[in-house]
């Protein structure tokens, strides 16, 4: 089976660059705008590679607390630690706006 | 006297690191396997991992038979390590490596560094494999050349096994009403599907959506079908899409059914991959075969898979990807000529296609046996 040639792409490509140098031209996007977006991600996965620290934290605590409180206890621990996780992501996730 | 030909084996059994609903290896895994029991061999498959959904369809690799008369033989589907490679060594069965590639290491180390280790390992395991496997199939040639310098021989490149008439079926009606419904308010739709992953680089997807939402269309919608791999990453996602003020705008609904993936493909106007490294990418080429064109980043796989009918980019900044995709969607003939093309690339990788290499690679190498 041949391939089917399409010249459309590499025009596409050609007018993309123009259009892209044009918009650096008008100050429309810049380099810095571009670095401002790789500043931005870079702090949201900052925080994102931090929650994990959080909850494996929690983690370990929950494994602990399986050897030391009493089976009947362990519903009100669960939801005491509920209550203590969720207002601290949501706080995490308001900052990073 | 002449040689006497072994007898064709009876069994040829699937080995697989993990398997898993809604995804392209586990179904490809599958989809051979009624290839192999079509072709008359008892052929079961054994995992490590079974994903829910799996069970009773998969058995756990403790369970391989190990027969040692040539009657079995092992195809091993291999996209990461794990201990299902020590098994396949071990196997006193001819051996088959049906290879999706590895992620390289580097690429997933700072989100999920027990993956990275994987890939690790599974790279390190290909090399104890090469002298011991007799035939391997690559989904491309990307993968096949990999595969060579590794030390295989009798490499073969078979594309990616793909269920018959999946993407010819109508869009999930619900999912489409809605999909189309944010669409009514104008704007165009972006669409990227796969693993929410690092080297899948969905965060550069989301840059240059936020340029293309500035410069060019304030009311386009992006949306990132796909599984997510770890929490880290997705939640990374999110709170850039928070800080970028577009968590309205920006979508990631996680794995759907094929009715809804169907709807996402109806809708969209741009399929864009910005990928860092893929063995193949079936969903470019679902995207083309449903008429969306295709804006993608030329790394690993990818130009080989886009071929001529998609818009490849050396560079990602987010400017350049935007234009792109503006000129796409505003430049009608190209637009068309690029639907027309991608339709006609997307032939070369029907399910038939794809079938009648599997079959012929097996028998080939059932002959050479």
């Known amino acids: ?97 | 006297m002449g040689v006497v030909p072994r007898a064709r084996p009876t069994r040829l059994d699937q080995v697989i690191p993990s398997i898993i609903e809604h995804d392209a290896v586990s179904n490809h895994t599958f989809i051979a396997q009624r290839l192999l029991r079509e072709m008359g061999f008892v052929s079961e498959i054994y995992a490590s991992t079974i994903g829910p959904g799996c069970a009773g369809r998969v058995h756990p690799v403790a369970e391989l038979p190990f027969l040692a008369d040539n009657s079995q033989w092992i195809l091993y589907q291999c996209s990461i390590g794990g201990a299902t490679a020590d098994v396949v060594a071990r196997h006193p069965g001819r051996k088959l490596l049906d290879y999706h590639n590895i992620t390289p290491a580097p690429l997933v180390e700072r989100w999920l560094p027990p993956l990275a280790e994987e890939s690790r390992l599974g790279r390190r395991q290909l090399q104890m494999l090469a002298p011991l496997v007799s035939w391997v199939m690559a989904d491309s040639a990307y993968n096949a050349a990999e595969l060579v310098d590794t030390g295989f021989t009798n490499v073969m490149v078979v594309p990616v096994l793909t269920e018959g008439g999946t993407f010819e079926q109508a869009p999930d009606p619900i999912a489409l009403a809605r999909l189309a419904s944010a669409g009514a308010r104008g704007g165009a739709d972006w669409l990227f599907v796969g693993q929410i992953a690092p080297h899948k680089a969905d965060h550069d997807v989301m840059k240059a959506f936020a340029c293309y939402r500035r410069v060019y269309d304030a009311g386009a919608r992006l949306h990132l079908v796909g599984r997510e791999m770890g929490s880290t990453y997705i939640d990374a996602l999110r709170r850039f899409a928070a800080a970028l003020d577009l968590e309205d705008a920006i979508s990631l609904p996680g794995s759907v059914a094929v009715g809804t993936l169907v709807a996402y493909y109806e809708i969209a106007d741009v399929f864009v991959c910005l990928s860092e490294h893929e063995g193949f990418c079936a969903p470019i080429i679902e995207a083309m075969s449903r008429g969306v064109p295709v804006v993608a980043y030329a790394a690993a796989a990818v130009p080989e898979t886009v071929g001529e009918a998609g818009v490849l980019l050396s560079d990602k900044s987010p400017a350049l990807v935007a234009s792109a995709v503006r000129q796409l969607l505003t430049d009608a003939p190209a637009r068309a000529g690029l639907v027309a093309a991608g339709r006609s690339r997307a032939a070369h990788f029907t399910p038939e296609v794809a079938a009648v290499a599997f079959r012929r690679t097996i028998e080939t190498a059932l002959a050479a046996s």
Do not use: C, H, K, N
């Not at chain 1, 041949?2 to 025009?11: D, G, N, R, T, W």
């Not at chain 1, 660059?17 to 670095?35: H, I, N, P, V, Y």
């Open chain 1, 1 to 97: 089976m041949s391939e089917e040639p399409a010249p459309f792409a590499s025009s596409v490509v050609a007018a993309a660059r123009s259009d892209a140098e044009r918009l650096a031209a008008d100050g429309r996007w810049t380099q810095e705008d571009s670095d401002g977006l790789d500043r931005i991600f870079e702090r949201a996965a900052t925080r994102a590679l931090r929650t994990p620290r959080l909850s494996e934290r929690s983690l370990a605590l929950r494994r602990v607390a399986r050897l030391v409180v009493p089976r009947p206890a362990r519903p009100y621990l669960r939801r005491a630690l509920a209550f203590v996780e969720r207002p601290l992501g949501a706080v995490a996730a308001r900052r990073d706006r």
